[in-house]
């Protein structure tokens, strides 16, 4: 028979496999967003990873429409894949609007496809975990939203992040006074790589694509270095947007958050009120979201989203006001790992249990039902190879404790049970129900 040549074993780039090690930590991750999530009152949903073409493009902006997966299907359809859970959501509800309870909340946590450029913690391919509010424009939805985005990253592990936010109606009524409406969506681009490129660059992007004067980028920036406490900020938007109905309901609205959130107990150093966010997405209508780790502020924003009261008005009549926000999986993952909060492990189990004694299969088997049955996780080894074996192949996968009996053992009601990252070793008698053994167990597990 003729020898194909061998195909060379490889991903595309932006794309990437996840080992064990890798794929341990991001379900606890998602395990952890989604008792945050349900303890809100957040139901799960799912939605093809393909769309029509048309329920995706131009919902997102220029940006979102040149990093899109787009294609004709088989059936002569032009197909673009989902580039976040936002748009998809507002096909959903506009379509089983009838089977909805309004409010709905939902959260949704799957795969999303973006052709841009790879970064650190980014892939073309990565997971979002959202959660949203959809109809209601109540300031009570985005306040909870925030509260949300507090209680998943303390549920996490960390203490030290600061939420920003802002108001996208602040800066339309800014734009409003300037006579620069029109130009709201070129500024807004502009404005959100503030952080990025500096306010020089950003002006000079502004006259280019917005056609700003000196006077007025000098506006706009102005507005956006304002600095100082919550209390102080709002202070200066005031005169700012004074005159502008719609400023000035941007502000109150960013006054009704804070106070919500200092209500139900956020502490204000957690919070920062920073009129330099924009977020680049251009479904965005009002409050905005970006949470930042005090410890690694330069890797970006780990949770943001922001209000959006008229995406769903492209699919249905009914006003459909939505509020939430979405948890950056791999970025946060590099994140944590780069902050050394990653425990190295291959095995969700933290037991071992070693298969040495040929005759003693159901003993084994035995032994290891009765350490789940007390919920803890246990592999047996499937081969009766040498103790040391068996050990090294134990440490490689990053087991807590292995459990050692042999014949004399088992006669005995007795069992070692060794610590695999202390070295020690302690003798447990085998009783019926293991009360003994699953004593010892949490001792070295807590």
Known sequence: MPQHAKITPRTLKGFRDYLPETMIPRERLIETARRVYRSYGFSPIDT???????VLSGKGGDESDKQLYQFCDRDKRWVGMRFD????????VAQHLDDLPIPFKRYHIAAVWRGENTQRGRYREFVQCDFDTIGTRSAAADIETALVICDLL??????????????RMVLAGLLEKLGLSGQSVAILRALDKLAKIGPEKVAEEMKATAGTTD????????????????????????PLVAGSATGE???????????????????????????????????YTGTIYETYLDALPAIGSVCSGGRYDNLAGLFT??????VGASLGLDRLLAAMEELGMIEKVATPAPVFI????????????????????????????????????????????????????????FESGRCQVKDLQSGGQRDVPLEPDAKSLVAALHEILQ
């Not at 093809?48 to 048309?54: G, N, R, T």
């Not at 009549?317 to 939505?322: D, I, K, R, T, Y």
Request: proline share 4%.
């Open 48 to 54: 093809p990873a393909l769309e029509y073409l048309e």
């Open 85 to 92: 859970l936002t748009v998809p959501l507002a096909r959903f």
């Open 154 to 167: 303390r549920a996490i592990g960390f203490e030290a992040f600061t939420l920003r936010i802002n108001h």
């Open 215 to 238: 006077q007025q980028t000098h506006e706009v920036l102005r507005l956006a270095g304002i600095s100082g406490t919550n209390d102080e900020v709002l202070a200066q938007l005031g």
């Open 249 to 283: 309901a941007g502000v109150d609205r960013l006054a009704e958050v804070l106070a919500g959130l200092r209500a139900a107990g956020v502490p204000d150093v957690r919070v920062r009120l920073d009129v330099a966010i924009a977020r680049g997405l251009d479904y």
């Open 317 to 322: 009549s009914h006003e459909l006001p939505g």
């Open 354 to 409: 070693a298969y040495f004694d040929s005759t003693r299969l159901h003993d084994y088997l035995k032994l290891a039902a009765a350490v789940r049955s007390a919920g803890i996780g246990v592999e047996v080894f499937p081969e009766p190879k040498k103790l040391g074996q068996q050990l090294k192949y134990a440490d490689r996968r990053g087991f807590r404790v292995a459990l050692i009996a042999g014949s004399r053992e």
